[in-house]
């Protein structure tokens, strides 16, 4: 069985300060993908990056970055410069391959940009 | 390239009624997952479909069921309403590969509320 685990309910930022979010899984399966998501009040998932259990390198996508720790079992989302249309609730997910469309949730992160 | 429509975006039954929602893939993607999101639950995986056939499924009782068509167009159905399935229905699309891949993409969801 797979788990992802967000242990901030609620976190603040300074408008262009950077953040992270924290985000651990748990897994057997050897390969997997882990995800973020963001969801604005409107209810959309939004896609924010990917990383593959066996990418060597971090991901990367514009102001966001995942930084992988796959020993501590670890894939927390640093979200550089922050904007005040970051706030929003964020989502870590996972799967894996036996099921790799099934998505595993955490219980998500709200943050908030502060003015 | 259109992204994940889904319709209704709002919904109002009472208690007992059956509702179907309906969810459009992006173009060439053959696999629609669908998920219920709720304040007490976070997000769950209710099934996935791949070329009309439901390849996974969550813990969710029979009353929640769904089809995919041959286009990939996908529905879910539930029967006999009860006051907990009041929730965000959020359907993810994705090309269908069995490997773990950064491909998945939400819809706005449809929000239903039963009284």
């Known amino acids: 069985a797979q788990k992802i685990t967000q242990t901030q309910p609620g976190m603040f930022v300074q408008e262009k300060e950077a953040v992270t979010l924290d985000c651990t899984y748990d897994?057997?399966?050897?390969?997997?993908?882990l995800f973020w998501y963001k969801q604005p009040s409107s209810g959309e998932m939004i896609f924010l990056i990917y990383?593959?259990?066996?990418?060597?390198q971090n991901a990367t996508e514009g102001r966001y970055s995942l930084n992988f720790q796959k020993a501590r079992k670890s894939a927390n989302l640093v979200i550089s410069a922050s904007q005040l249309g970051d706030s929003a609730m964020y989502f870590c997910?996972?799967?894996?391959?036996?099921?790799?469309?099934?998505?595993?949730f955490g219980s998500g992160t709200q943050l908030t940009v502060l003015p | 390239k259109a992204g994940v429509t889904q319709t209704p975006r709002y919904l109002i039954k009472t208690r007992g009624q059956q509702v179907t929602l309906s969810c459009s893939p992006i173009?060439?993607?053959?696999?629609v997952s669908w998920y219920q999101q709720t304040p007490g639950q976070g997000l769950q995986f209710l099934f996935e479909?791949?070329?009309?056939?439901?390849?996974n499924k969550g813990n969710f009782p029979g009353r929640f069921s769904g089809r995919q068509f041959s286009n990939s167009r996908s529905e879910m159905n539930v029967s006999t309403l009860e006051l907990g399935d009041s929730a965000l229905y959020l359907c993810?699309?994705?090309?269908?590969?069995?490997?773990?891949?950064?491909?998945?993409?939400f819809g706005p969801g449809t929000r239903l509320t039963v009284t």
């Open positions: 173009s060439g993607h053959r696999s």
């Open positions: 897994t057997s399966d050897p390969s997997y993908g």
């Open positions: 997910a996972m799967s894996a391959s036996g099921s790799a469309r099934q998505l595993t």
């Open positions: 990383q593959g259990s066996y990418d060597q």
């Open positions: 993810a699309s994705s090309p269908g590969e069995r490997r773990p891949t950064r491909e998945q993409y």
């Open positions: 479909y791949f070329s009309e056939t439901q390849r």
